[in-house]
C-alpha cells in the first residue's frame, strides 16, 4: 500500500474520532499525569464557559472545583494514576457553584507498556437530578412530619404476598412494636374488632373488583385489649396487565373525634331531655299553683254568702288554709332546689324534739290519708331518742314529701312507717326511717331517673295525681345534706314501694328513749292558741304599703286588742318612731319613697333600740342576713299565720 493512501486513512480516521469527541453531549477530558488538560470536547468548553484551554490557569483541572470538593478530587485523581477506575461527585468553582453539580468517572490511559500516561474524564451535569433528589427528600420528610403530626399511619399490603409493612406512625398508632413492621394478613385480622371483620372484608373487595377507593371504619384491638376506631383511605395499584399488586392507603385514629360526638350527641340528647323535663315542669308547676289558688278563690267567694252556716263557713277557711300551705310548700321547694343548685345551702344543728316530729308529720298526714281510706301506721322498731341534734326543718320537708307520696299514690290498703335507731356509741347513732305502701308501685324501666329532678316515674302520673317532679330529688338532695341518704328498698308495679330515710345524729348521754308513738288525726285550724296579752294594752306600728296585708295584719294583731299605727313608708314610719312610743315595729323590706332595711339603719343611727321585727316575703337566708345587720331584732317571712305574728309579739312584750 502507497504511503499517501495509509496517511488519508489514518487521517480519515482521526477526523472520525474527533468528530465522534466533539459530539459527546457530556464533557470529556483527557489529563496528564499533573492534572493538566491536554484535550476536551466542545461540550466541555461550553460548560467551562472558555474559547480555550489556556483560559484555565495553567491547564489545571484542579482549578475548576470548588475549595471545599478538591480533596475529593485529588483522592480520585490519585486512584485512577495508580491505574484504578474512580469517580465522585462535586461542585464547579463559581459564583453559583452551590447549584452545579458534576459526576465525573476518571479512567485510566495506559501506553504498550501497560504504564498509566494519562486519564480519561466524563463529567455529566447533575445538578438538575440532585435537585429534583432534593426535593423528594424534602416532599417525603414534609409527607412524614405530616402523618407524624396528624397521626396519620401509612401502610402497603402487598396482595401477592400477603403481608402489610407499617410506618413508624402507623405502628405507634396500632401499639405494635417495631418488630411488626411486616406482618400478614392473618395476624393483622386477629386484631380487628369481630364485628367489624366482615365488612372490612367487603371494603377491600369492592375497592379491588371495581378500582374504587377504598373507604372503611373499623375497630382495632391493641395488645393492650384497648379497643380504637380507625378510618381507612387507599387505593389500588395494578401492574401492566391490570392485575390488582399492592393496595396502599393511610388509616387515622379516629377514636377520640367519635368520642367527643358521642359526647356532643350525649349532651344534646341531655340538654333536649332536660328541656323537655323543664317544659314539663313548667306545665306540671303551673297546675300545681293553679288548682290551690282556684280553690283559695273560690272559697274566698264563698265565704262572701250571707246564707252560709257557721260550719260551712269553717270548712271554707280550712280549704283556704290548706290551699294557702300547699302553695307555700311548692314556694319552698322551688327555692330549695335553687339554693342548693347554687351551693349556697346549709344544715343547721340544733336540739329538736325528734319524736315531736314524727308525731306532728304523721298526724297532719293521717287526715289526708284518712280521706282517701288509707290506714297510716307508725311503729317504732326499737326505742328511739326523744330528743337529738340534727334540722328539725329538713327532716319534716323529707318525711313531709315520702310519706305523702305513698298516701297519694296509695287508692287502698296501708302506709307504714317504722323508724328505729341504731347506736353507734354513747352520743353518736343513725335514724332509719322506711315507709312501705301498698300503691301503685314503679316499673323497673323508671326506677334510674326516679330522683331526677323535674321528672316522674311516668307523664301521665302527673296527670292523674298532680306533683312537679321535685319532690324526691329535692328529698334525696336534703338527705345528702343531712348526712345521710334516701334510697329506694324495692318496688313492685301494680303492689306497692319501698323506701328508707337515714340519717347520722348526736345524742345527749342522758336523752331520754321512747317506745311508742300516737297519731290521732286532727283537723288544723287557724285559731289554736290564746294569748294573754291583751291586759297590756301594746303599742305597735306596722309599716307596710300593701293595702290588703295592712288589714290583715291589723285583724291579726285585734286579737290581742293592741293599738296598731300604720306606716306606708320608710320614710313615715322614721317620723313615727321617733315622735311617738312603741313596743314593738313590724317592718316591711320592699317599700315606696324609703325601703325598710335604710329605714331601719336610720332608727338605729339615730338612737332607737325598741324592737323591729322584718316582716317580709324575703325569706332566703341572705336576704334574713340583710335584715339582721341591717338593726332587725328578728324575721318573719310571709305569708305569715297568726300565731307567729302574736308568737312573736309576745316574745317582745
Known sequence: MRSNDISNKLLSKELLLSEVFNGLSDS????????????ANKSSYKDLGIDALNEIEGNNWFFIWADTDKEVVKAAFEKAKNGEKSSFQARRSSEDAELC?????????????????????????????RKSNQALIESELRLSLATDS???????????????????????????DES???????????????????????????TIERDEKYKSTFRFIKPSGDIIYLKGIGQVIRDQNGEATRLIGVNIDITTQRETL??????????????????????????????????????????????????LRLDYS??????????????????????IEAGKFSIENKEINFSEIITECAKSLNVVAQRKGVNLNVDLDTSIPRTLFSDDLRIRQVLINLIGNAIKFTKEGFVNLRISYDKNTSTLGTINISIVDTGI?????????????????????????????????LSQKLADHLGGGIKLEGSTLGEGSHFKFHFPVKINTDVEFIDSLSIKSFEANCFTEVYNIADKKLKILLVEDSVENQRLIKIFLDAIDAQIDIAENGQEAISYALNQEYDLIFMDIMMPVLDGLSATKKLRDAGYTKPIVALTAHAIRKEVDKCINAGCNSHLAKPVSQNELLKTVEFYS
Not at 31 to 38: E, H, P
Not at 181 to 206: P, R, T
Not at 291 to 310: F, V
Open 150 to 176: 396528624a397521626e396519620i399511619g401509612i401502610w402497603d399490603w402487598n396482595l401477592a404476598e400477603g403481608i402489610f409493612i407499617f410506618s413508624e406512625t402507623q405502628l405507634r398508632i396500632l401499639g405494635l
Open 180 to 206: 411488626k413492621s411486616v406482618i400478614g394478613i392473618e395476624e393483622f385480622y386477629k386484631h380487628i374488632h369481630k364485628d367489624d371483620k366482615k365488612k372490612l372484608s367487603l371494603a377491600i373487595e369492592k
Open 318 to 339: 280550712n280549704q283556704i288554709q290548706r290551699s294557702g300551705n300547699h302553695l307555700l310548700g311548692l314556694l319552698n321547694d322551688v327555692l330549695d332546689i335553687s339554693k
Open 28 to 39: 470529556v477530558k483527557i489529563l496528564d499525569l499533573n492534572g493538566r488538560i491536554i484535550e
Open 101 to 129: 453539580w458534576w459526576k465525573v468517572k476518571l479512567s485510566p490511559i495506559v501506553d504498550d507498556d501497560d504504564i498509566v500516561s494519562n486519564i480519561f474524564v466524563i463529567c455529566t451535569d447533575v445538578t438538575e437530578t
Open 262 to 311: 358521642s359526647a356532643l350527641k350525649k349532651a344534646k340528647f341531655d340538654a333536649s331531655s332536660a328541656f323537655r323535663a323543664k317544659s314539663d315542669f313548667v306545665a306540671n308547676i303551673s297546675h300545681e299553683i293553679r288548682t290551690p289558688m282556684n280553690s283559695i278563690l273560690g272559697y274566698a267567694d264563698l265565704l262572701t254568702r250571707k246564707d252560709i252556716s257557721e260550719h
Open 441 to 473: 308501685g314503679i316499673s323497673q324501666d323508671k326506677i334510674d331517673a326516679l330522683f331526677e329532678p323535674f321528672t316522674q316515674s311516668d307523664a301521665s302520673i302527673s296527670r292523674k295525681f298532680g306533683g312537679t317532679g321535685l319532690g324526691l330529688h
